[in-house]
């Protein structure tokens, strides 16, 4: 079949991850907008704590185009520090409770923890995205027994210190074999493959220079054979590189997620769901199959 063949029937449009009875289409690049409910959130200011004015902010993400909305209630920005488990239930669990009846995609929770990983799932959460990629004790088995898919992403150190002073011989090998041996660990106990999804982590425990040369050489981590996410939106690699201040990144952030599809990712994680979907949809129409072929497929 070549690039541009006519688009097939929907039932075999490309690989569908099951999250929790809500199917997430990767035949085509899927949009994951962020909903914080930190207090501490610099981006949204807290303003999104209460479930009412979460539900409100997700069903405009999904009218921009947002095909799975993720919750999270432990800041794991550089510096942060941790959040009890007790208090991220309290965030989280009404939160997604509400989303899950009133938008309909599916609901991720970004949490590292088993417990908020169960309860989470059990108020309907359909995706589990988690920064440790289930290294936290239990983790692993929390995913396998609730048989949803997880995203397992790449960190150096941990968030209090992972920027101090990150280092590596080389980058994208040493996230990549990272990524596979979380795999390996995964798929021995029981999760399979087609429920797994790799982020290399841009931020996290790297500098400016590590995480460009991770976007620019973002296509070695298809060998993986599972689609890959990307979370670039914002992000002060952004700052960096252009010294412009977290409310005027969205420009470069829809530059960075293009640049992420182009080399193979096939969700992006983003705060500003409008344009990115915009920019999406016409790198479809340039690539001229009404879709990018960009996930583990090629
Ligand atoms: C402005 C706003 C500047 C937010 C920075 C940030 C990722 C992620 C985060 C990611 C996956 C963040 C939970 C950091 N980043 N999950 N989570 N991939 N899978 N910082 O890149 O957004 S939080």
Known sequence: MTACDPAPAPSRSGPVLDCGGRP??????????????????FSDGGVFFAPERAVERALAMVEEGADIIDVGGESTRPGAPGVP??????????????????????????????????????AGAGLINDVMALRAF?????????KLP???????????????????????GEVRDFLRGRIEVCIRAGIQRDRLVVDPGFGFGKNLAHNLELLRRLSEFKVLQVPILAGLSRKSMIGAALGLPVDQRVHASVALALCAVQNGAGIVRVHDVRPTRDAIRMLEAVAGCGRMRSTTME
């Open 24 to 41: 997430l289409d990767l035949g085509r690049v899927a949009v994951m907008g962020i909903l914080n409910v930190t207090p501490d959130s």
């Open 85 to 122: 488990v007790q208090q991220e239930l309290e965030r989280v669990v009404p939160v997604i409770e509400a989303l899950v009846r009133a938008v309909p995609v599916p609901v991720s929770v970004d949490s590292s923890k088993p417990e908020v990983m169960r309860a989470a799932a059990a």
């Open 138 to 146: 239990g983790a692993v088995e929390a995913a396998r027994e609730l």
């Open 150 to 172: 997880v995203c397992l992403m790449h960190m150096q150190g941990e968030p209090r210190t992972m920027q101090r002073n990150p280092r590596y011989r080389d980058v994208v």
